[in-house]
């Protein structure tokens, strides 16, 4: 059996299963206005089953491209939202954005828009498709059932601050209630340069957990029966793998795919795909490997780095390339600099003015504590041999050595004629000399000696009778 979601510690997203498997929506980013339709036969699981979808030119023809990750988006967010009975969303146009890792800043609002038109326009049809359970089922549904949004201008337009509410296909969250479910890495998919590649990914995530529970190391197809699956206009099986191309290579390089295989030729050709092996990373690891893979850094190597130099050293390597990003450097490759700063053992890369490394913060803090350290250490030393010689004198001889270090602690604060009765204090045991001394230095270092020798002033004047005549 194959490791769990939770056993891995991975995986912390899910897909609803008939959604991803059945690939609802068209892989190609491009497609023109009046393809409005399609009808495909398809294997599930040894049987037979039909699957089509009716749409409108009006809003672009079928649900296609970005519409995948927006469909995507719609189903994370509900989850978030503690799967609700009614199915309804509330959201902002700016969260959806940022859950597909699109730009926030730009036309993605109207993408985001004709995506939702698109997504309430089409009605889809699932033949002996949809499974319930154990059942199959067949349903007929739109992926958006309610849509409402407020706008920021009269032409209905999206925008940062619009909020949105949502109501998903009934199907679509029973299922997601009844935990029909798959797992889903929603941090590497949002990583994926290409459109095309994520929903991709997604139809192939979807064969590789086909059964509940368990990973399959190999998927194999008839390749017109996956350009069916992966809705592609043009099923001549040369246009099915030109079409694909773009999407495997990067599948391959991110270290998803291990290699992508065809056999025989013509409509009967085969196309296998061998899925990389995915290793578990460590809990505490899980937000460094997220921002790897956000800068490209495919997960095998992600996998690598840390466990082959720890958690610490990556992030602090992966700061000191964000920093020097800030900075200005712009390499041409950034997962492949990237992976070299974090190896470098010659300090070819200098850190960014202003940027200290998390072990240079350690460095400094240790040097700081050894520091105050042996300061401590030696102003105890410097106390104990004080104490040392306080101890060894005599009488006379304690009271020589406060009137020295009085005199020189209050300098002119404490006229001459005071020494004379301090002596006197001292000799009759009024005062202590030692203490009298400590408690000068301690009001020194508080910068409070000046109110100390006023109040030893009038002491000494009201016990001794020592003021002014």
């Known amino acids: 059996m194959g490791k769990t979601a939770q056993e891995t510690g991975e995986i912390r997203r899910f897909d609803e299963a008939n959604v991803a498997r059945l690939g609802l929506i068209s892989i190609q980013e491009r497609i023109p206005a009046d393809y409005t339709s399609w009808t495909i036969e398809l294997n599930l699981d040894g049987r037979r089953a039909k699957l089509s979808c009716v749409a409108v030119a009006e809003h672009g023809g079928v649900p296609h491209g970005l519409d995948n990750d927006v469909s995507l988006a719609l189903i994370t967010l509900y989850q978030e939202a503690g799967s609700p009975e009614d199915g309804a969303v509330v959201t902002s146009a700016y969260r959806i954005l940022s859950v597909i890792g699109w730009d926030t800043s730009g036309h993605y609002y109207a993408a985001l828009r004709d995506s939702l038109d698109r997504l309430t326009a089409a009605t889809f049809t699932a033949s002996e498709a949809w499974r319930t359970g154990s059942k ?4 007929k549904f739109r992926f958006i059932d309610g849509l409402e949004y407020t706008s920021e201008s009269d032409k209905l337009n999206l925008g ?18 009844g935990k029909h479910i798959k797992p889903l890495d929603l941090e590497f998919l949002t990583s994926l340069d290409r459109p095309q590649t994520r929903a991709l990914y997604r139809l192939l995530d979807a064969q590789r957990h086909a059964v509940e529970g368990q990973e ?3 998927f194999r197809t008839n390749i017109v029966e996956w350009a069916e699956a992966c809705k592609i206009m043009d099923k001549t099986p040369t246009r099915v793998r030109r079409t694909l191309e773009g999407a495997h290579a990067e599948l391959v390089e991110r270290g998803y795919l291990a290699a992508v295989d065809y056999q025989g030729r013509g409509p009967s050709q085969e196309v296998i795909y061998t899925f990389a092996r995915q290793p578990a990373i460590p809990e505490e690891a899980i937000e460094v490997a997220t921002r790897l893979l956000r800068y490209k850094v495919a997960r095998q190597m992600a996998h690598t780095l840390l466990s082959s130099l720890g958690v610490a050293r990556v992030r602090e390597r992966l700061e000191k390339f964000e920093a020097m990003l800030t900075a200005g450097y712009a390499p041409r490759n950034q997962a492949g600099f990237l992976v070299d700063v974090i190896r470098d053992e010659e300090g070819k890369y200098a ?3 202003g940027f200290v490394s998390a072990s240079r913060r350690k460095e400094t803090e240790a040097a700081r504590r050894k520091r105050l350290e042996a300061q401590a250490k030696l102003e105890e030393r410097k106390q104990q041999e004080a104490e040392a010689e306080w101890d060894s004198l005599d009488a006379k001889g304690r009271t020589n050595k406060a009137l020295r270090m009085l005199s020189v602690l209050f300098g002119k604060r404490l006229p001459t004629r005071y020494y004379s009765g301090l002596a006197d204090a001292f000799e009759r045991g009024l005062l202590s000399p030692r203490e009298l001394t400590e408690a000068a230095i301690k009001a020194r270092a508080e910068m409070a000696l000046e109110h100390f020798a006023q109040d ?3 002491r000494l004047d009201e016990s001794l009778g020592m003021g002014m005549t």
Do not use: N, Y
């Not at 199959?136 to 349903?139: L, N, Y």
């Not at 940062?160 to 209630?177: C, E, H, M, Y």
């Open 456 to 458: 030893l002033m009038r």
């Open 160 to 177: 940062g601050s619009s909020v949105l509410r949502i109501k998903l296909a009934k199907v679509i969250t029973d299922s997601i209630r």
């Open 351 to 353: 850190d960014p003015e």
């Open 136 to 139: 199959w089922s067949t349903v």
């Open 216 to 218: 399959v190391a190999q």
